[in-house]
């Protein structure tokens, strides 16, 4: 069943970054010749009056098939993608990405309404050594304040914590009491997978839950800044690994990470796997993005590069640019799928046992 809905993320994600295509090239004046969700033999076709749309017996994504779109194919037709104008390609181009954020948008605006699920406030362990422990933080504290501001889940803790300079004040309720204490900060030895170096003062949550929810109106803010905020990390992430401060095989995960993260998450609930769900459709529409051959990104560097010459890439250079954007995510999903064997195998592979032999 996991396998199943795992197909189900990566489809519907796939479909919507497609639709975005689709909508943007009928809004444009390009014929979409076909639109298909799945591959394969051909389960059921309906015929338009300019798109024959698909569903196909492997329901695992899907595409758009946009008229004149390769070289071989285009007849000059006014109707084609090729002989548009370089802002029309674009836009129609980079539409597919941004219908990825516009779903990961609605998703968060969801998450935030009916409440997303975090850690409270509550420390769970006070770690040896550290300046919680000098300055006479206990194990079952709740910290309501930082510097002043109040604090709701251990996320937005940590971060005002680790924003701070030297030192933090925090209020904090013992009991029936209400205390405040002075602590020291202490840079974290090691950087997290986003190259930073985090300021903290040697506290674990307690793995109590709080269900945080925002206003129907005020979601919408929320949901932005999610959205932004995922933007951001990823493309610092990229950033991070291409410069060699943290490692590929730590930053990338392919197809058999996402099964094990997917079905991981499942198991937490609805809104916990809709805000998974946005994530990855941040991923993939600032993915796509990128400069790359055989990606949006690329498309749309090609399609300036010839805004600025003032004429079409050879037939040669553009069939060259595709052949090396191929091979590279070719190579790339070999490697990352190499990867999550490593990382994820034993774990998917106990997860499978177990449930045989629970089955039988």
Not at 298 to 310: A, D, H, N, Q, T
Request: charged fraction near 20%; proline fraction near 4%; glycine fraction near 10%.
């Amino acid at each position: 069943m996991d396998f199943v809905i795992f197909l189900a993320v990566l489809s519907a994600l796939i479909v919507a970054h497609e639709f975005g295509h689709f909508l943007a090239a009928r809004r444009s004046g390009v014929k979409v010749e076909e639109f298909s969700i799945g591959f394969g033999p051909t389960l059921l076709k309906i015929a338009g009056k300019q798109t024959n749309f698909f569903i196909k017996a492997i329901l695992f994504g899907g595409y758009v098939k946009l008229a004149g779109d390769s070289r071989e194919q285009a007849k000059g037709s006014p109707d084609e993608l090729l002989v548009q104008p370089a802002g029309i390609k674009i836009r129609i181009v980079t539409a597919g990405p941004l219908f990825n954020f516009l779903m990961a948008y609605v998703l968060f605006w969801i998450v935030a309404v009916n409440g997303m699920p975090s850690f409270a406030t509550t420390v769970g362990e006070v770690m040896p050594g550290y300046p919680a422990q000098t300055a006479g933080v206990l194990k079952g504290d709740k910290i309501l304040e930082v510097n002043g501001k109040p604090v709701s889940n251990w996320r937005k803790m940590s971060s005002t914590i680790s924003a701070s300079r030297e030192e933090v004040r925090l209020k904090i309720q013992r009991g029936s009491q209400y205390l405040e204490k002075t602590v020291s900060l202490k840079t974290k030895d090691t950087a997290d997978q986003m190259g930073k170096r985090r300021r903290i003062i040697g506290i674990t949550p307690s793995g109590d839950i709080t269900i945080e929810r925002c206003g129907f109106f005020k979601a919408f803010w929320e949901s932005g800044r999610l959205v932004i905020e995922q933007t951001q990390d990823i493309l610092r992430a990229l950033y991070l690994m291409i410069t060699g401060a943290v490692s590929a095989k730590e930053a990338v995960t392919g197809p058999l990470g996402m099964y094990y993260l997917t079905s991981e998450i499942i198991k937490l609930g609805l809104i916990a796997f809709l805000h998974y769900l946005a994530v990855l459709s941040v991923m993939l529409g600032t993915i796509n993005l990128l400069p790359l051959p055989a990606l949006d990104g690329g498309y749309v560097f090609m399609f300036l590069w010839e805004k600025i010459r003032g004429r079409q890439i050879s037939d040669k250079a553009a069939d060259m640019f595709n052949r090396v954007g191929l091979a590279f995510l070719i190579t790339l999903f070999v490697l990352v799928s190499y990867n999550d064997v490593l990382r994820y195998g034993p774990r998917i592979y106990e997860g499978i046992k177990h449930f045989g032999t629970k089955s039988g």
